[in-house]
């Protein structure tokens, strides 16, 4: 990470008491992918987002999960099955995914957005082991749309992280290009010409980099807690973190 880029921490108070739930999973890791605003099939941002989960699964013990289900998405993937959705089938049985497209505003709270399919507030997100129905495999979601963590919304999604390691996303209206997940997924797995990097990292150094490019964007992170954040890689995890009232925002930015 560039010297020049600047850090903010902070940690914010989130009220709940959960249950620790222990669940077996089959087989290893699955990673899920999500394009949101076309149903074609050969458009390159869709292209973008299979790269990403292709890139990932090529490793050891990681396996596809929920990109086949493409053009058929929806905000029941990400939404919690107590309030209406289906993410144990999705959002919440990969460990890593990744939806891409543009946001939603409902009573001027931002959501994850799915055009005329849905739109996943964050009242009705949980994800992780300690979610309401005691089911959840996630470790990490990446919601490259537009101003999800902004300042005003970010303390909106801190509920949603019930075992879930880290939300990734953005502070700010982003400059996105056909690229940059193939290169998220490059960094995580250290392939493709780039060194392996934490999951923090490699967020941060796709989405915000002096290129001309990605200049002006804030990417920002909601951990569980520090350990998660500087520590978690791609295969070296610990799945189980304990789940509190503390977490943490994580910003990162240019000049």
């Not at 949101?36 to 292709?54: A, G, M, P, Y």
């Not at 993937?77 to 209406?84: H, K, L, P, R, V």
């Not at 982003?174 to 392996?196: M, N, Q």
């Amino acid at each position: 990470m560039a010297m020049t880029m600047r850090w903010k921490l902070l940690s914010v108070l989130l009220l709940g008491l959960l249950v620790l739930v222990f669940i077996p999973k089959v087989q290893g890791n699955d990673v899920g992918g999500a394009m949101t605003f076309t149903d074609d099939i050969n458009d390159e941002w869709f292209n973008d987002v299979k790269n990403f989960v292709e890139i990932i699964s090529s490793q050891p013990y990681w396996y596809q999960g929920f990109l086949s289900d493409y053009p058929d998405v929806g905000s029941y993937m990400w939404i919690e099955e107590a309030y209406g959705g289906q993410d144990n089938n999705y959002a919440d049985y990969t460990e890593l995914s990744l939806v891409l497209g543009h946001s939603c505003v409902y009573n001027d709270e931002i959501g994850i957005g799915f055009g005329d399919k849905g739109c996943a507030l964050p009242e009705k997100v949980r994800l992780g082991y300690e979610s309401p129905d005691d089911y959840g495999w996630a470790i990490w979601t990446a919601i490259i749309q537009c101003s999800v963590l902004k300042d005003g919304n970010v303390n909106n999604w801190l509920q949603t992280l019930t075992g879930i390691h880290m939300i990734l996303g953005f502070a700010n209206d982003p400059t996105i290009t056909v690229g940059d997940a193939a290169e998220l997924a490059y960094r995580l797995t250290g392939t493709g010409g780039y060194s392996k990097e934490s999951v923090q990292d490699a967020f941060f150094d796709t989405y915000v980099a002096y290129d001309g490019i990605h200049d002006n964007n804030i990417a920002r992170i909601i951990a569980e807690n520090a350990e998660v954040a500087d520590n978690d890689y791609l295969d070296s995890f610990d799945r189980y973190t304990t789940v509190d009232s503390t977490k943490l925002i994580i910003t990162c930015s240019l000049g």
